[in-house]
T-cell receptor, first 117, second 113 residues
Framework: GAGVSQSPRYKVAKRGQDVALRCDPI?????LFWYQQALGQGPEFLTY????????KSGLPSDRFFAERPEGSVSTLKIQRTQQEDSAVYLC???????????????FGPGTRLTVT | SQKIEQNSEALNIQEGKTATLTCNYT??????LQWYRQDPGRGPVFLLL???NEKEKRKERLKVTFDTTLKQSLFHITASQPADSATYLC????????????WGLGTSLAVNP
């Protein structure tokens, strides 16, 4: 079956522009995660959804970052007034797990590479 | 704050040997720990999960250990192959409703033919 897909794969934005990054999780997966990965670093947690509920947004670096998952499937990460330090790969992952079961593994998309010039 | 440390240096080994990667964590008591593989330009791929009450887990040529006293996990690849060359990431996590992962920086492994 289809895995996690993300679009666009590459995005170049001028400083100050708004961007929207899309994630299509695996069908039926309850949990959805966004991570930010800088070059040579491990992923950094941004936010977590369980269905449409955003349960944790503690990793969002500023109020310029906003994520939503209105119908509990597709998610969008929006970055307003982009800055150069926002340049990174943005990874989306989905998981079947809820707190009631033991399927913990996360399935990642290929990422969106954002470059802010 | 929670801190995850993996081998900082890249690991170069000869094909056929066993690769051993280390993951140490501080200020943290994870309920389980996952290992992922990441190739350039791709997202991480899940390999193995080990729970706090398990000492060791195996899957084909992979073996993971979890020592909650030492706060350390070791990841072994036996009979390594050039195709095993990648970055390997460890990610401890808490039990409960929030399944977010806290990641190490990763260890780059190169298996030379």
């Amino acid at each position: 079956g289809a895995g996690v897909s993300q679009s666009p794969r590459y995005k170049v934005a001028k400083r100050g522009q708004d961007v929207a990054l899309r994630c299509d999780p695996i069908s039926g997966h309850v949990s959805l995660f966004w991570y930010q990965q800088a070059l040579g670093q491990g992923p950094e947690f941004l936010t977590y959804f369980q269905n449409e509920a955003q349960l944790d947004k503690s990793g969002l670096p500023s109020d310029r970052f906003f994520a939503e998952r209105p119908e509990g499937s597709v998610s969008t990460l929006k970055i307003q007034r982009t800055q150069q330090e926002d340049s990174a790969v943005y990874l989306c992952a989905s998981s079947f797990s809820t707190y009631q079961d033991s399927s913990y593994e996360q399935y990642f998309g290929p990422g969106t590479r954002l470059t802010v010039t | 704050s929670q801190k995850i440390e993996q081998n900082s240096e890249a690991l170069n080994i000869q094909e056929g040997k066993t690769a051993t990667l280390t993951c140490n964590y501080t200020n943290y008591s994870p309920a389980y720990l996952q290992w992922y593989r990441q190739d350039p330009g791709r997202g991480p791929v899940f390999l193995l999960l080990i729970r706090e009450n398990e000492k060791e887990k195996r899957k084909e040529r992979l073996k993971v250990t979890f020592d909650t006293t030492l706060k350390q996990s070791l990841f072994h690849i036996t009979a390594s192959q050039p195709a095993d060359s990648a970055t390997y990431l460890c990610a401890p996590a808490n039990a409960g409703n929030n399944r977010k992962l806290i990641w190490g920086l990763g260890t780059s492994l190169a298996v030379n033919p």
